[in-house]
DNA sequence: TCTAGATCGTTTGGTACCTAACTAAAACGA
DNA sequence: TCGTTTTAGTTAGGTACCAAACGATCTAGA
């Protein structure tokens, strides 16, 4: 994902800014009224729902958050991308899989796949075998080291993913990911 | 977005796969237990917490499934990206800013707001002066046809905000923003 | 005043990502 | 049986993104 907006909600990170936060301490509260207000005004007759603005924009920070933290503190020195980690991660779950249906799980474009695959097999992590029933079509494997690397890296990851959660019961994990999900398929995936 | 890992959860997205996703459906639920026994028994003694593995990785897959559209049905159009997008809309929320706070609200590298800015500067949508005081700074403005164009997209933008969130109460959505804002704050923004 | 260090924004180099165009193989139809 | 259409994966072109190196400017300390 690259970075952006769904309108920022700085108060997240420390800056003044629009303080979607919905925060409890008085302060911060007048401070989110003044800017709804603000912008409020500045749009006329124009309603704005901040609510789901605070919503939508928080899952994109939070995202950018969560994975360059990850790419710098795990992945990096393994010397992986955050797609390369997921391809690894998909295979080994799943095991030999079809690019297409690899793309889709991994939630990346179909060019994006292929120079990301072309990667790891120059990484000796994974490899392609074209099919022989239909020759257009290729599956993609874990490599043993591939494997190994996932192996290792894995327990790692969910560690990590344990930490970013922390402070959140195991309901609101469950909730958390239940309302993403709504999302998710709001948006088509 | 970028897109990515966070371990799959593709129950979301329809193939068969992790399915971290709680569905209340016998055979969908059958299958999820499967696939963490699975996953258990490859990770030997390694424990995973599968929970914490769900939150996570739909926080991803829905970031990029919003941006994905708003990119494409919204952004395309008045030829804005992602990025050029929070950026107009965060000088339009509060007004002429310097680069290095603007960066941290728009949650972007500093390098890479230099790029954007400058693209947005060809469209003739923002203006850069310079700090009489300190010269070394830059402060960044919107044109009136920047202040223009976010008048004009920002409420698409959150109709569509709303529409993303369609099914999640007003509860929710808070709830939503306030669980996304723990984990942004975990990751350490 | 002079200089060493800190602090700006920009540049650079590299990856990741998407879309759209392309190539090759299979499937279909007359 | 031969074209046409469909369906694979790859390639090409462009943006976005980050981190690290860079250059210019300010600031302290002598």
């Not at 003044?16 to 302060?27: C, N, R, T």
């Not at 729902?49 to 990850?70: P, Q």
């Not at 344990?162 to 402070?167: K, L, P």
Request: glycine share 8%; hydrophobic share 40%; net charge negative.
């Amino acid at each position: 994902m690259g970075t952006t907006p769904s309108s920022p909600d700085s108060t997240d990170h420390g800056t003044p800014a629009l303080a979607m936060s919905a925060g409890l301490d008085q302060p911060e509260h007048q401070r989110l009224l003044a800017a709804e207000e603000d912008i409020q005004a500045r749009l006329g007759d124009h309603s704005i729902d901040f609510v789901s603005l605070a919503a939508v924009s928080n899952i994109y920070r939070a995202a950018a958050a969560v994975r360059r933290r990850a790419e710098r503190e795990i992945l990096a020195e393994v010397n992986l991308s955050w797609g390369g980690f997921t391809i690894l991660w998909v295979l080994w779950v799943w095991g030999e899989m079809e690019t297409a249906r690899l793309a889709g799980e991994c939630d990346l474009a179909k060019g994006t796949l292929t120079g990301m695959v072309s990667t790891l097999e120059k990484q000796g992590l994974v490899e392609r075998q074209r099919v022989e029933e239909d020759r257009r079509r290729v599956t993609v494997t874990l490599t043993s080291d591939g494997l190994a690397l996932i192996e290792d890296v894995f327990p790692r990851f969910n560690r990590y993913e344990v930490a970013v959660t922390t402070g959140l019961s195991p309901q609101d994990k469950q909730e958390l990911a239940r309302l993403l999900r709504t999302v998710t398929t709001n948006a088509g995936s």
